[in-house]
């Protein structure tokens, strides 16, 4: 596809459950990153990858959030045993380097309830 | 740690009138940029400004970089409808990570 794509756009999910949040970068996009942007707010950085290896996860606010690019394309994030707390629009972003050519997704918006 | 931070947060303004959004930041920061953000959609880059000094205009808007107290600004001018949206700042800490602002949320009325 021409741009990052996200699926799904939006999850419903019972407290508890575990989600699986999907990203399709550009292809040949070297760097992925993810966002979570709460209701009125700024994104705020969860983790960075540079082809398969998660370079940066300084950002995943517990445990319970996990991700992964296993061939360096794809890239899932895991939020296990969700949380009320946990709902909000996750953003994934893809680069051939840094953030100057950087494209977001239209993003994952999640409802915890 | 760096802390961006942008005001006003809520802008409604006219159409045809010009109006200024600041961006605050705490520490040095690598770049600055300004995103758009409309309603239920992801965030379209506006600007990357890589130095003290830089001034980078598209359209009705201008932004511009000071580097030594640590502001940017984004300049409206005479503002139409479809420039509704939600601005972000952003600084860029290392290459990997992005601090926004809480972004301002601008009203354009006809």
């Known amino acids: 596809g021409a741009g990052v794509s996200q699926s799904p756009r939006y999850k419903v999910a019972k407290r508890g459950q575990d989600v699986a949040l999907r990203c399709d970068p550009i292809?040949?996009?070297?760097?992925l990153f993810w966002y979570q942007q709460a209701l009125g707010q700024g994104p705020e950085f969860l983790t960075y990858f540079q082809n398969e290896a998660q370079l940066d996860k300084s950002g995943l606010p517990s445990d319970r959030f996990f991700a992964e690019r296993p061939e360096g394309s794809v890239s899932t994030l895991k939020i296990q045993r969700t949380q009320q707390e946990d709902s909000a629009v996750y953003l994934c972003?893809?680069?051939?380097?840094?953030?100057?050519?950087?494209?977001f997704g239209q993003g994952t918006r999640l409802t915890v309830v | 740690e760096l802390k961006v931070e942008q005001n006003p947060l809520f802008l409604s303004m006219q159409e045809g009138k010009n109006y200024t959004i600041y961006c605050n930041y705490s520490?040095?920061?690598?770049?600055l940029y300004w995103y758009r953000q409309d309603p239920g959609k992801s965030l379209e880059s506006l600007f990357v400004?890589?130095?003290?000094?830089a001034v980078k205009q598209e359209g009705r808007l201008m932004a511009s970089l000071d580097t030594k107290a640590r502001l940017s600004t984004l300049h409206i001018t005479a503002a139409v409808h479809d420039l509704s949206a939600t601005y972000f700042c952003?600084?860029?800490?290392?290459?990997?990570?992005?601090?926004f602002g809480q972004g301002t949320r601008l009203t354009i009325n006809p």
């Open positions: 520490t040095t920061s690598d770049r």
């Open positions: 972003a893809s680069s051939p380097t840094g953030y100057t050519e950087a494209f």
């Open positions: 292809s040949g996009h070297v760097s």
């Open positions: 952003a600084g860029e800490l290392g290459a990997q990570k992005l601090v």
């Open positions: 400004l890589l130095s003290n000094g």
